[in-house]
């Protein structure tokens, strides 16, 4: 079955640590994505991606950094620096990056400590 | 800015009464899209219904309806018949148009916690 991965669904790490949220795809899409998701809170976009090798900033990336290099996986690490880093993450993917349909992932839940 | 409201943190609904989730949004760009997404405890964001704002007609899937009225600025998502499997938060989206360098996003607003009691 097509579809996205995330691993793990939870994650604790200690305050201090940098820390790798894993998005995987096998639908084919070109453009991906990451939200973050904070309670009571809608989503908010923290990196997209529209091709391979390539990547863009969205409405809150201080504190993160992603890669993409293959065009299945779009890995996102949680680094140090970002003061608030304990949310919901989630992968979303696309066909094209203006489809109007974003595919999504089941997310992972970061507690960092 | 673009922006999207949902003014109802909480509804509650009894199975198989329909009921109506209201969504407001704010945009000066001719073209947008609209969406909903269900989002159950599980945490998985569910692709429900979209509205182009040129389509003339309210898009239906199923059991779900959107209720677009573009002068109110409004995109109420409608559940017929509503199940104890519809209980989930609902997530109401906007497609923000492509800027110079950049791709389209998606800007969402807090959300409706759907409670559907038998």
């Known amino acids: 079955d097509g579809g996205i991965t995330q691993s793990p669904k939870y994650l604790f790490r200690k305050e201090g640590q940098n820390v790798t949220l894993s998005c995987e795809q096998n639908?084919?899409?070109?453009?991906m994505y990451w939200y973050r998701q904070d309670p009571g809170q809608g989503l908010r976009l923290i990196y997209y991606s529209q091709i391979v090798n390539d990547f863009q900033k969205g409405d809150i990336a201080e504190g993160y950094s992603v890669s993409r290099e293959k065009k299945e996986s779009f890995p996102l690490t949680v680094t140090s620096a970002q003061k608030n880093p304990t949310a919901f993450y989630l992968c979303?993917?696309?066909?094209?990056?203006?489809?109007?349909?974003?595919?999504f992932g089941p997310g992972t839940r970061l507690t960092v400590t | 800015a673009q922006k999207i409201t949902q003014t109802q943190p909480g509804m509650f609904v009894q199975e198989k009464e329909a009921v109506t989730l209201d969504c407001t949004y704010d945009t000066s760009d001719p073209s947008y899209g609209l969406f909903w997404y269900k989002q159950p405890s599980s945490g998985e964001m569910i692709f429900l219904i979209y509205?182009?704002?040129?389509?003339?007609q309210n898009a239906t899937e199923g059991r779900y309806s959107l209720n677009f009225q573009k002068a109110r600025k409004s995109a109420n998502l409608v559940i017929s018949a509503s199940q104890l499997g519809d209980s989930a938060m609902y997530f109401c989206a906007m497609r923000v148009p492509r800027r110079r360098g950049g791709s389209e996003k998606l800007v969402f607003g807090k959300g409706t916690k759907l409670t559907v009691n038998p």
């Open positions: 979303a993917s696309s066909i094209i990056p203006d489809s109007y349909e974003q595919y």
């Open positions: 639908l084919n899409h070109d453009a």
């Open positions: 509205q182009g704002s040129y389509d003339q």
